[in-house]
């Protein structure tokens, strides 16, 4: 399996509270991406990153912020955590040269805003 | 981005073939088609990835058409551990990667 930690694996916070999910990788690949994902819905893209310092929004980026200072390190904060937050948040990598580079999956943190 | 559409359940019996139809009309030239696999509290995992006709693995086939409208996801003779949730992704090479819901299999003993 892809080297992919998430941390932490579950987490309950009270809303308007910061939070910061952390994604490390060992694979020193390129890309990096966070979804989250709840019932009925799937998985939605919130942000990706394309190298150190390189994001974009994805489908459901808004009351999120994201940051890549390091190849092997993606950072997902909610700034003022909100219920509508509650969920499961996955956290993905690639090596970005499309075929025979696929998406490798952490194992999601499960956050839940009271 | 190219939107794909699946059904969003399917039941099948032990040692049955599962076959799963994703439709992706505006696919371009250079898209791939991707599937994966999530078992409940798990990310999701890569199964099987294609450009068109036919490609096999030890897991399952992927049939796409002439068109590439379409592609088919084939699971040779499945067991209650392959009740999962899979989904097909058209690869653009953008890297900005949007899932659809995907089908949820119920495999019944």
């Known amino acids: 399996d892809a080297g992919i930690t998430q941390s932490p694996r579950h987490k309950v916070t009270e809303t308007g509270t910061p939070v910061t999910l952390r994604c490390h990788q060992t694979?020193?690949?390129?890309?990096m991406y966070w979804y989250r994902q709840d019932p009925g819905h799937g998985l939605r893209l919130i942000h990706y990153?394309?190298?150190?310092?390189?994001?974009d929004k994805g489908e459901v980026s808004d009351g999120y912020s994201v940051s890549r200072s390091k190849t092997e390190d993606f950072l997902l904060t909610l700034e003022s955590a909100t219920s509508s937050q509650t969920s499961v948040y996955f956290c993905?990598?690639?090596?970005?040269?499309?075929?025979?580079?696929?998406?490798?999956f952490g194992n999601g943190t499960r956050l839940t805003v009271t | 981005l190219a939107k794909t559409t699946q059904p969003i359940s399917m039941d099948s019996y032990e040692g049955q073939e599962v076959n799963i139809t994703c439709s992706h009309n505006?696919?371009?030239?250079?898209?791939?088609i991707t599937w994966y696999q999530q078992f409940p509290s798990q990310g999701p995992r890569f199964i099987i990835q294609?450009?068109?006709t036919k490609v096999t693995n030890e897991v399952a086939s992927l049939f796409i058409p002439a068109d590439r409208k379409s592609s088919t996801l084939s699971l040779p003779r499945v067991s209650l551990s392959d009740t999962a949730v899979y989904y097909c992704l058209v690869d653009r090479g953008t890297y900005k990667y949007i899932f659809g819901t995907g089908t949820r299999l119920k495999v019944l003993a």
């Open positions: 505006n696919i371009a030239t250079n898209d791939y």
């Open positions: 993905a990598i690639s090596a970005g040269s499309s075929y025979n580079s696929p998406l490798h």
């Open positions: 694979e020193n690949h390129r890309y």
């Open positions: 294609g450009y068109k």
């Open positions: 990153s394309y190298g150190v310092k390189d994001t």
